[in-house]
Structure formats: C-alpha cells, structure tokens
C-alpha cells in the first residue's frame, strides 16, 4: 500500500512539472520580447532562488551532505544556468516550432546516458513509448514552423539545450541519493544564478524600461516553472528512473498547444492535434507497465499413506 501511494504521489508531481513547464513557454514569450536571453535567465533565477530560500530557511533544511554536491553543482551549472541561457538565444533564432522539436532529442539523450551512466533499465514499453512521443513532438514541430524562420546557430543552441538539459538531469540524479529534492533544487537554482552574474547589468537597464507585464511574467517563470516545478520534477526523479522521468516530458509540447490556444487564441491545425496527442499517448505508453502473468497455483502434495502402527486403533 506505501508503494502504491509513493508511486501516486511522484507521478502527481511530475504532473504538475509538465503542467508548469508547458506554461513557461507562455510566458516566455512575453517576458522575451522585453529582455535579453542572459537577463531573463538570471531574473527568472533570481526570482526562483528568492523563493527556494525563503522556504529553505522556513523548513530548516540545512546544507546538501558533501556527497551531493557534485551532481548539485553540475546540474546547476548545464541545466539552471546554460540550458536557460542558450534556450532563450535559440528561441530568438529560429521559430517555436524548430525549437520544440530540437529541444525534444533532450529525452532521448536522458534515456541514453541513463542507461549508460546509471544503470537505468530500457524496457520495451520505454523505448516504444518515447519513439511515439518522440514522432508526436516531430509532427507539432513541423506543423508549427515557418519558412525560413530557422537559422543554423539557432538549430546548434536549441541543440545544446538539450545536451545541456540531459546532463543536468542525469547528474542530479545520484544527488537525489543523498540530499532532499528541495536541496537539490534550491542550491542547484543558486548556483545557475551565480554562473548569470555577468547579465545582471544588462538586467537593471532593461527592467527600466520593460512594460510591468515582462517583469511580472519573468517572476512567473522564476516562482512556479522554476521553484515549484524544478522541486517536484527532483521528488518524483528521487522515486524513479531518469529514462522514465525524461519520456514524461513530452507531454510538455501537447500542453504548449492547448496552453497557446486558451491563452494566446492560437488555433492549433489538425497537423498540431494529431502531433499532440501522440505525444501524450507515447507517454501514457512509457509510463505503463507489462501486467505481471498470474503465478500457478501452488498445490500441496497429496499426503502419503503412513503404515499402521501398534498403537494405532483397529
């Protein structure tokens, strides 16, 4: 029964990291049109660390053990610091829809070096799965891609995104062994903010002049996409595997659609739907798991004859 429960209340929050993650994008694309790829970096950082610390301090969590803060500190420095910094510049270079589906290898690239460096297993329904999805987040990003709207160096930023985005994942894995998920989470926000120090003067300058709605969407990114969802990402990759939590995040993209469509008006074409919903259909896969063939019935043996005794009634 306790299994049961762990294992609801991880995939709970994995729930809730796609949900938030998908809305990043959202509101990326106000707050990008205001600020420079390092300066929302650092301010959506800024805005999650502040948080993280404030219930780090609340909670008396204390410093990660010394066994943790190696897989803390990489992952701090390729997925908090340069997979925002570089996602941001890819995005400015080539449309949404070039983005999504380059960003999306990220996954596979977990799967890969999970199974490499940490002995993750690769089920069959693991690998169907993400191949699914992964033809799910081809077809959103063909649908929703513009002509000439791509350039090679945002292809190769988008590209290190997800290099960036798979190491930093499986290195925060072993971390998870020793250290809370919201250690992880908080000392791994602090050190992407120290490694964005440098755009902080771009970041005052055009927060002067950015509108109210920019601002508020950055802090959006840095308190929900970034405090809340990078916690709950960590509990639920504490409760299982890197592979399996990497497929989950196709969801993501068919999110991004019915998010861009409710919120923004962007009417998704057929093309987009189909795409969608094999993403979460390659997930709903992943996730499962082969029934277990019912064990036989055991049957005691049949009880021997025993030979009469003298002391036995006639």
């Not at 925002?84 to 270079?93: R, S």
């Not at 329904?125 to 077809?139: K, W």
């Not at 509990?235 to 861009?260: E, I």
Request: net charge positive.
């Amino acid at each position: 029964m306790n299994h049961r429960r762990t294992e609801l209340l991880a995939a709970g929050a994995a729930t809730v990291t796609v949900i938030l993650w998908a809305s990043a994008f959202v509101s990326i694309r106000s707050a990008g049109a205001a600020y420079s790829p390092g300066a929302l970096a650092l301010g959506r950082l800024l805005s999650g660390a502040l948080a993280l610390g404030v219930i780090c301090l609340i909670r008396r969590e204390g410093l990660p053990p010394r066994s943790a803060w190696r897989g803390i500190a990489v992952s701090g420095v390729l997925w908090f610091g340069f997979y925002m910094v570089v996602l941001n510049w890819g995005e400015q270079q080539v449309d949404a829809g070039t983005a999504a589906l380059v960003v999306n290898i990220g996954p596979i690239l977990i799967a890969l070096l999970g199974a490499r460096l940490l002995g993750d297993a690769m089920p069959p329904r693991l690998l169907a799965g993400m191949a699914v999805s992964f033809a799910g987040a081809v077809t959103v990003g063909l649908s929703m891609s513009d002509d000439g709207g791509s350039s090679v160096l945002g292809v190769i930023l988008c590209l290190l995104a997800a290099i960036a985005y798979a190491g930093g994942v499986v290195a925060q894995k072993p971390a998870l062994g020793s250290a809370t998920p919201l250690q992880v989470t908080t000392f791994g926000c602090f050190t992407g903010a120290v490694l964005c120090l440098p755009f902080a003067g771009q970041l005052v300058s055009e927060a002067a002049d950015a509108p109210a709605s920019a601002t508020l969407n950055m802090v959006y990114l840095g308190v929900f996409p970034t405090a809340l969802a990078f916690t709950t990402w960590a509990y639920a990759l504490a409760r299982t595997t890197a592979s399996r939590m990497g497929a989950t995040t196709y969801a993501v993209p068919a999110l991004v659609v019915l998010m861009s469509w409710l919120a923004l008006g962007e009417v998704p074409g057929l093309l987009t739907l189909a795409g969608g919903a094999l993403c979460l259909a390659g997930v709903a896969v992943s996730r499962s798991r082969a029934r277990r063939t019912a064990a036989a019935p055991v049957t005691a043996p049949e009880p021997q004859p025993q030979p009469e005794s003298a002391s036995d009634p006639a």
